[in-house]
C-alpha cells in the first residue's frame, strides 16, 4: 500500500491537511495541495503554510478521519514537527 505524507496545519482556527509532496495542478507554482472540510481540496503556498500553526492531535483527527475515507488506497503518514510523534494511519483512524 502506498504511503502519502501529509501535515495539518492550523489557520484562524480552521485545520488543513497538507500534502507536501503533492504539487498543486501548476507546472509554474510550487504550490502544494491542500485539503479543508469546508472547500475540500485547493492549493497553498509554502509562504502561507509558514504562518500556520501545527495541529494537535484532537484538532486533526476530524479531518484524518475524512480523509481516511477520501484516500482509502493508501496509507497516511502523519508528519509532525517531533518525528517520535509522526504516525501512520490506515482504515479505520481510531
Excluded at 509554474?28 to 485539503?35: E, G, I
Excluded at 485547493?42 to 494537535?56: G, H, L
Amino acid at each position: 500500500m502506498q504511503s502519502l505524507p501529509i501535515m495539518f496545519r492550523v489557520h484562524e482556527g480552521e485545520v488543513t491537511a497538507i500534502f507536501p509532496t503533492l504539487p498543486h495542478n501548476s507546472r509554474l507554482s510550487t504550490d502544494v495541495t491542500v485539503y479543508v472540510h469546508v472547500g475540500q481540496h485547493s492549493s497553498a503556498s509554502w509562504e502561507w503554510i509558514a504562518q500556520t500553526r501545527e495541529a494537535t492531535e484532537t484538532e486533526y483527527v476530524p479531518l484524518l478521519r475524512e480523509l481516511v475515507q477520501i484516500y482509502h488506497d493508501c496509507t497516511l503518514l502523519v508528519i509532525t514537527a517531533s518525528p517520535s510523534r509522526s504516525r501512520r494511519h490506515e482504515c479505520p483512524v481510531g
